[in-house]
């Protein structure tokens, strides 16, 4: 079986949806099946430097990059589209990333010229936040072009429940779930905290607050904001760590609402943290964060439970599971909510460890990149022997 996997960027500026095709592409290689993965070279504020129009091998696929033109995640590369279109043929399957994006959507069309069957994963983009955010182009976009695209693909990758249920009102009835995961073994035994606060040493002794994710409107930093400063005169020692990319320059804009909230200098603005020092800032910290308006499924929430945290999420995040579970506090998407329950896990903290600990135990049973990639291939498999999906993978 040889499949094809289309993203318009892998580069780390943009966040979870490159981690989350790297850490899929790591695992599903282990199958009995030949990967090749098309990008270009963008990376937000400066191009990746990596050799173009011709393969990169890994241990589980292969990588090829292609020259491109784009602003933010505006991507446009006709080298790609020319490659795709004179070899789409050798490919069985094509699973194609994001939406909104004209590269993906002439690369879906591309299939459609050859017969060749595609599937999608919108990875949130079509959650009714996103929808409305900056809505005029988008529903432009969606009528003229996407609409279309989606009906034709096999099969719509939803990463939650709540996000299989909104691509069935918008008229899309062939959504599988297939979530997110974590690498286990990165979370079994974490780095030593001191390896942040070396870096980082204000925080040391500071009862620590982690925001992990990238620095945009749709991350709910202005919710934040106010939130935290009623923590934090509550509790004095309380220091928030906002941890992400800024890579469409709204840091300033953040950084004024927690000016306005007169909590900016209990605050520490790390950008990227990547590797071992992503690992110790979150055994350094005390708690986890996501104040989120909309969500796919976010590996940062995962990395959070998985790392014991005490976790505040809103149901923004698409993962109600947690809150059944009893393994994280998912409150509504408002200042109020977020400050109340971090309140809680502040004044409660021995109800607050256990909550951790049943967090960590959940994301290891039932959210492992094993477990996504078991899925997806049975996905993979039963669109290209033309066979119904097995029922624990039936369409929503």
């Known amino acids: ?23 899929q592409l790591q695992v599903l290689g282990n199958f009995d099946i030949s990967i090749d993965v098309l990008t270009t070279n963008a990376n937000c504020l400066e191009k990746l430097e990596v050799p173009l129009n011709k393969w990169i091998d890994y241990k589980t ?3 090829q990059y292609f020259n491109c033109w784009y602003r933010n995640d505006f991507i446009v590369s006709p080298s790609l589209i020319k490659w795709l279109f004179q070899n789409v043929l ?5 699973h194609a990333h994001t939406v909104f994006s004209p590269l993906i959507s002439l690369s879906n069309i591309i299939c459609q010229f050859h017969n060749v069957p595609y599937i999608m994963t919108p990875h949130g983009m079509l959650e009714p936040w996103a ?29 939650a429940t709540d996000e299989a249920n909104n691509l069935k009102s918008l008229g899309f009835e062939h959504s599988v779930v297939i979530p997110n995961g974590i690498q286990r073994r990165e979370f079994e035994s974490l780095p030593h905290s001191d390896i942040f606060y070396e870096k980082y040493p ?32 509550r509790f004095p020692d309380t220091h928030l760590v906002v941890a992400g990319p800024d890579s469409i320059g709204f840091l300033p804009t953040v950084q004024k609402y927690f000016a ?53 999420i809103t149901t923004g995040c698409n993962f109600p599971e947690a809150g059944k579970s009893q393994a994280a506090h998912v409150v509504d998407i408002n200042t109020d909510a977020i400050a109340t329950a971090l309140i809680q896990c502040l004044s409660q903290p021995q109800a607050a460890i256990a909550m951790g600990l049943r967090a960590r135990e959940f994301i290891f049973q039932n959210y492992t990149w094993e477990r996504s990639a078991e899925r997806l291939m049975q996905v993979y498999t039963a669109i290209v022997n033309k066979k119904p999906l097995p029922a624990c993978l039936e369409l929503i």
Do not use: W
């Not at 050798?90 to 094509?94: E, G, Q, R, T």
């Open 131 to 159: 929808l409305s955010y900056k809505s005029q182009k988008k529903q432009l976009y969606f009528n003229l072009f996407e609409k279309h695209i989606l009906r034709k693909s096999r099969v719509i990758q939803a990463s």
């Open 202 to 233: 204000h925080t040391r002794n500071k009862s620590l607050i982690l925001f992990l994710g990238r620095i945009d409107p749709k991350k709910g930093l202005d919710l934040l904001a106010p939130a935290f400063a009623r923590v934090h005169n």
């Open 1 to 23: 079986m040889k499949i094809l996997i289309i993203n318009p960027y892998l580069g780390s500026s943009y966040g979870g949806v490159s981690k989350i095709i790297i850490n």
């Open 61 to 63: 696929y292969r990588l």
């Open 260 to 312: 306005k909230a007169e909590c900016l200098d209990a605050v520490t603005f790390t950008g990227m943290l990547t590797g071992t020092l992503k690992l110790a800032a979150l055994a350094a910290a005390n708690f986890y964060v996501s104040p989120s308006y909309s969500e796919g499924f976010s590996i940062s929430v995962l990395e959070g439970m998985a790392s014991g945290l005490p976790c505040v």
């Open 90 to 94: 050798d490919y069985d399957l094509v």
